[in-house]
Nanobody
Framework: QVQLVDSGGGLVQAGGSLRLSCAAS????????MGWFRQAPGKEREFVAS????????YYSDSVKGRFTISRDNAKNTVYLQMNSLKPEDTAVYYC????????????????????WGQGTQVTVSS
């Protein structure tokens, strides 16, 4: 019921910042919890951050906590990932995702908990 288009990736030096955006179609965007995942070559898709429907709750992986911030603007059908203090290990393809399932922690932090995915946007952090 929702289509996602993520963008904003690019090449930055370590310590730099990027802001990823994910534009969603549909009229029920606010009913979905949203998440960001990333996948590096040879690695499994990894949870990065998620945000509840109302923006009241956010979750972050330990590796990005304190550096990344997820937010959403339901009026614009958009979710963002502000990435600061980037490290080379942040290099990956980043995917936005939407979940229609009950927002339990295990659901919001697991790829299988999400129903819809963006096409991915490449983030490369040079040393």
């Amino acid at each position: 019921q929702v289509q996602l288009v993520d963008s904003g990736g690019g090449l930055v030096q370590a310590g730099g910042s990027l802001r990823l955006s994910c534009a969603a179609s549909g009229r029920t965007f606010s009913r979905y919890a949203m998440g960001w995942f990333r996948q590096a070559p040879g690695k499994e898709r990894e949870f990065v951050a998620s945000i509840s429907r109302s923006s009241g709750s956010t979750y972050y992986s330990d590796s990005v906590k304190g550096r990344f911030t997820i937010s959403r603007d339901n009026a614009k059908n958009t979710v963002y990932l502000q990435m600061n203090s980037l490290k080379p290990e942040d290099t990956a393809v980043y995917y936005c995702s939407a979940s229609s399932r009950p927002p339990a922690l295990v659901v919001l932090t697991t790829p299988n908990g999400y129903d819809y995915w963006g096409q991915g946007t490449q983030v490369t952090v040079s040393s």
